[in-house]
Nanobody
Framework: QVQLAESGGGSVQPGGSLRLSCAWS??????????MGWFRQIPGKLREGLAV????????YYADSVKGRFTISQDLAKSTMSVQMNSLQPEDTAMYFC????????????????????WGQGTQVTVSS
């Protein structure tokens, strides 16, 4: 059973930075054959795909809303995946989730939340002055 646990959320002023981490466990094979990423959601809205990484190829994909501000990375030895978030703005306020699917990332559909069967519980990010 794949389990994901996010950490690193909190409150920050506009223009500030946060780093979220996702610790994963329960992957018994195919550590180099996964797509893992970050989504966010605000009440009443659909879950928004932000960034994903193909753990085998290292390919990364970003939503336009975060491109140039967010950087996704991984450490397979530590079974973690992270996202560095810079230049945060109030519109970045949301619950952030880590997601996993045991296959390669698909360039044409990575942002669809329904493609990911495994999710963490989420961590809140609040950006306000």
């Amino acid at each position: 059973q794949v389990q994901l646990a996010e950490s690193g959320g909190g409150s920050v002023q506009p223009g500030g930075s946060l780093r979220l981490s996702c610790a994963w466990s329960g992957v018994t094979y195919g550590r180099n054959y996964m797509c893992m990423g970050w989504f966010r959601q605000i009440p009443g809205k659909l879950r928004e795909g932000l960034a994903v990484i193909d753990t085998g190829r290292g390919d990364t994909y970003y939503a336009d809303s975060v491109k140039g501000r967010f950087t996704i990375s991984q450490d397979l030895a530590k079974s973690t995946m992270s996202v560095q978030m810079n230049s945060l703005q109030p519109e970045d306020t949301a619950m952030y989730f880590c997601a996993h699917v045991p296959r390669r990332c698909i360039p044409g559909s990575w942002w669809f939340a329904d493609e990911y069967p495994h999710w963490g519980q989420g961590t809140q990010v609040t950006v306000s002055s």
